[in-house]
């Protein structure tokens, strides 16, 4: 369930193709083949306000075929005025995530960095009062300014409306994780720290980030399987990451990157990461977001955050599949 609503048309930018099966002849005709479907992982930086990001190819369940990046243009949201809020009764699933999102909304930040007309978005998470953020690495990956002779601007802003340049203290590209600080800002609220110990299949979970530059939408699901391994390309400057991820039903988008995945006390249990997609070999075929969302346990980003803030890299943490 989501808040925000975007629809437009899906367009192909680019396709690897594996070998596909061959077709047989059935009684004497010839049998129109069907479009091959495969699994690809979309990484959820979103780039000029649009849908769009890296595809790479998912290693789970032995996943070939053919994958695309595709790219959604929506319509220019539009903006009504709300009804009067009715009150949920305490104690309701609706309550519940109500509450969790107010506890967890103020710690959720959108993060922009903008190189000459192009602006990468994403979504961070608040660690401390004194400006240090957890993100992905893909969201704020860019370009040596040296090799391109374009300067690189950094916004984080915050669900009070507050913005400040971000620098990267450092970051991972082996775990996809990284975190950022800013600093002249006071009365940052840091997540809640919780586990990703423990958790189970079909436990309820809520997912906060800014899914096309959207700050603080939430959405909500279950907790679809564990230890997902998955594998792909992540964007400027990284190497390939493999995440023993959480998959999910919480809607994502480009620009969730980086966002919140959190409990129903309001608690972080991970870093939202990646999407699987459809794709189809032939042209006209299926495409596109089908459900399934990853993220990063966040026992595991914190150990990779602690190694980056201390020293600025973390040579010796693995997200590997278990």
Same mark, same amino acid.
């Given at each position: ?22 077709h047989?002849?059935?009684?004497? $005709? ?20 649009f ?33 009067a ?17 107010a $506890? ?6 959108k993060?922009?960095?903008?190189i ?29 300014? $040296? ?31 990284a975190v ?11 997540i ?17 980030g ?29 190497g390939?990451?493999?995440l023993?991820?959480i ?11 980086g ?24 042209p006209?075929g299926?495409t596109?977001?089908i ?26 943490v693995s997200?590997?599949?278990?």
């Amino acid at each position: 369930m989501t808040t925000d609503a975007h629809t437009g048309p899906l367009r192909t930018v680019g396709r690897h193709e594996w070998p596909a099966g061959s077709h047989e002849l059935t009684g004497g $005709r010839h049998e129109t083949p069907r479009p091959h479907r495969s699994r690809g992982v979309l990484w959820l930086r979103s780039r000029f306000g649009f849908l769009l990001g890296a595809a790479a190819l998912a290693l789970f369940s032995g996943a070939v075929g053919a994958f695309s990046v595709v790219e959604l243009r929506p319509a220019a949201p539009t903006v009504s005025a709300p009804a009067a809020p009715t009150q949920p009764p305490a104690g309701t699933a609706a309550a519940t995530v109500e509450q969790a999102a107010a $506890r967890a909304i103020p710690s959720v930040v959108k993060l922009e960095t903008a190189i000459g007309d192009q602006t990468e978005e994403g979504s961070g998470v608040v660690l401390s009062a004194d400006g240090f953020i957890l993100t992905n690495n893909h969201v704020v990956a860019a370009p040596d300014p $040296r090799q391109t002779g374009m300067a690189v601007q950094t916004a984080a802003t915050f669900a009070d409306g507050r913005s400040a340049p971000f620098a990267i203290v450092g970051a991972d590209t082996s775990t996809d994780i990284a975190v950022v600080r800013v600093q002249g800002i006071s009365g940052l609220r840091p997540i809640t720290m919780g586990t990703s110990a423990g958790l189970h299949v079909g436990q309820n979970v809520i997912a906060i980030g800014a899914p096309l530059g959207l700050d603080g939408t939430v959405t909500t699901g279950v907790i679809s399987a564990l230890h997902r391994p998955v594998s792909g390309i992540v964007g400027p400057g990284s190497g390939n990451a493999v995440l023993d991820a959480i998959q999910t039903d919480a809607t994502m988008s480009p620009g969730s990157s980086g966002g919140a995945l959190i409990d129903t006390t309001g608690a972080l249990i991970g870093l939202n990461s990646a999407i699987a997609t459809m794709n189809a070999t032939h042209p006209g075929g299926p495409t596109g977001w089908i459900g399934v969302g990853f993220a990063i346990p966040v026992d595991e980003a914190k150990v990779v955050a602690d190694q980056l803030i201390a020293a600025g890299t973390a040579p010796n943490v693995s997200l590997g599949h278990r």
